[in-house]
């Protein structure tokens, strides 16, 4: 994937001036050895110049890690620490940063060898709300050497995302489809978070895929899509139009990016791309996706937002689909009851047309689109991909901006079930502890639209930490909460 930031973290020690030096200097290199020997040294940059107790000391570790292409900080106190130098060491740092502090090595060494960070972290936090930075602090920010190298490590895929957004430009091409208001949303949130968004008409991606025709790289790009599909290329009368289509979309990126590193699409699909273009995009935007550029259907900014984000934290493919459809009562009881431990309203079904990538599908076949094949001749809603999504632990979730511009999220752990949907598209029989609940208290009662980003792995809790960092709301970050424990507007006597 070569559209996400590498992360490359500066490892800054801080020290108060009336503790001795070497305890950052000892407790550094033991932290340092401690994340080596785990997790090897491409991620980290040890800044080797000072301990930072003073601001001229600061302003020299901020050029060291600057000349040595750090993109994240991680601010090491290996004792108190001097509040003012080590906050203003983030504050002038152009990137995402943390804060972690040193705990205590041995009761036979607590009176040269005490360091009393975890007093300084309290006041390292006070100073960095007096000075409106960001920073992230984790769950239990006081360690040792190797428990703050996992710390670290932590850090990354948050640091990744970050940084992605702050580089990030959206290209969509609209405006959305009559009757999908549920995916429209204000983009003053976009430039909030520092993204960058190009909207075009479809009429513009019309004319650069016109002339794209008989462009000589189409054969090689249609053997690509002959390669990946194998059997399950059931029309391949179309794949020349759709090598044309993948083409067009990845010169378009080329040419529009701008001075963005890192790119994502919001694309247009129906209802009049097919009568025009002649096919579905489902199968191209799948492969985009692929690429570690995701695309979202339906002109769904956020949601492809979402996607990047969870690209950038997973750091593999992603996708984004309808939360669809409930499963059938006699699935449930043949399949999942007393198979796995779910309730029936713990299930659903997660649905999109064929824009998931053929490495998340446990066999696909490239066809027409039925939904769209009722109203209009099949032969032009050919290419989309169809599918059941591989099982395994997924993390549903989505950052929107609601109609009054506030920003909210929410998350949500489960998992694909190994079971057949016998349906059509890109589509997979989910669970999620109470995904009743969760849908009535956050998904409804919060106004979120049907469109959910999907995640292969649990991720929540960098996901978290990522919607915390750029600005949403605690009380606007939702998570499926347990039973026993109510939502707000969940009746306690229902």
Excluded at 6 to 18: L, Q, T, W
Excluded at 230 to 243: D, Q, W
Excluded at 442 to 455: Q, S
């Amino acid at each position: 994937m070569n559209n996400l930031p590498e992360v490359k973290i500066g490892v800054v020690a801080v020290s108060r001036d009336c503790f001795p030096e070497s305890l950052s200097v000892n407790r550094r290199k033991a932290l340092m050895e401690a994340y080596r020997a785990k997790y090897g040294q491409e991620s980290v940059y040890e800044c080797p110049v000072c301990i930072v107790e003073s601001e001229i000391h600061m302003v020299q570790a901020l050029e060291d890690i600057r000349r040595n292409g750090c993109n994240a900080l991680c601010v090491y106190l290996g004792n108190f620490g001097p509040e003012i130098s080590e906050t203003l060491l983030a504050k002038h740092f152009d990137g995402p940063a943390m804060f972690i502090a040193a705990a205590e090595e041995t009761q036979n060494d607590l009176v040269g060898g005490r360091g009393d960070a975890y007093c300084g972290m309290l006041n390292a936090s006070y100073n960095l709300k007096l000075r409106n930075v960001k920073a992230y602090i984790p769950e239990n920010p006081v360690g040792t050497a190797a428990e703050c190298a996992d710390m670290i490590h932590e850090f990354i895929p948050i640091a990744r995302a970050i940084v992605g957004l702050a580089s990030l430009k959206i290209i969509s091409f609209g405006p959305r489809p009559l009757n999908f208001l549920a995916c429209n949303a204000p983009i003053k949130q976009l430039y909030n978070l520092g993204v960058e968004i190009e909207e075009n008409s479809e009429l513009d991606l019309f004319e650069s895929f016109k002339k794209h025709e008989g462009d000589e790289r189409i054969p090689a790009k249609v053997k690509e899509m002959e390669e990946e599909l194998g059997v399950g290329n059931k029309k391949p009368e179309v794949l020349p139009k759709l090598a044309q289509y993948e083409l067009t979309l990845l010169d378009w990126i080329e040419a529009h990016r701008g001075y963005r590193k890192y790119v994502a699409i919001a694309g247009k699909c129906w209802p009049a791309f097919q009568t025009q273009f002649g096919f579905v995009p489902c199968y191209v935007n799948s492969r985009l996706t692929g690429m570690g550029i995701p695309v979202s259907c339906e002109v769904d900014i956020y949601g492809c937002l979402s996607e990047f984000i969870g690209t950038c934290v997973s750091a593999d493919v992603v996708t984004l689909l309808d939360i669809n459809n409930t499963v059938p009562d006699d699935m449930y009881q043949e399949s999942v009851k007393d198979k796995f431990a779910y309730t029936h309203n713990d299930t659903f079904m997660g649905f999109h047309c064929g824009n998931t990538n053929t490495k998340k599908l446990t066999s696909c076949s490239m066809k027409y689109q039925m939904i769209m094949a009722r109203t209009l001749p099949e032969e032009v809603t050919q290419g989309t991909l169809e599918g059941d999504i591989i099982p395994g632990d997924i993390t549903f979730y989505r950052l929107q901006s609601t109609a009054d511009n506030q920003l909210r999220a929410y998350i949500a752990q489960g998992e694909i079930l190994p079971v057949a949907t016998r349906s059509f598209g890109g589509i997979g029989v989910f669970a999620i502890p109470e995904m009743g609940r969760f849908y009535r208290h956050v998904l409804i009662e919060k106004n979120y639209p049907h469109h959910g980003a999907v995640a292969f792995g649990h991720y929540g809790k960098a996901l978290f930490e990522v919607f915390k960092y750029i600005g949403v709301p605690v009380a606007d970050l939702n998570y499926n909460q347990p039973k026993g424990v109510l939502y707000p507007t969940e009746n306690p006597f229902a």
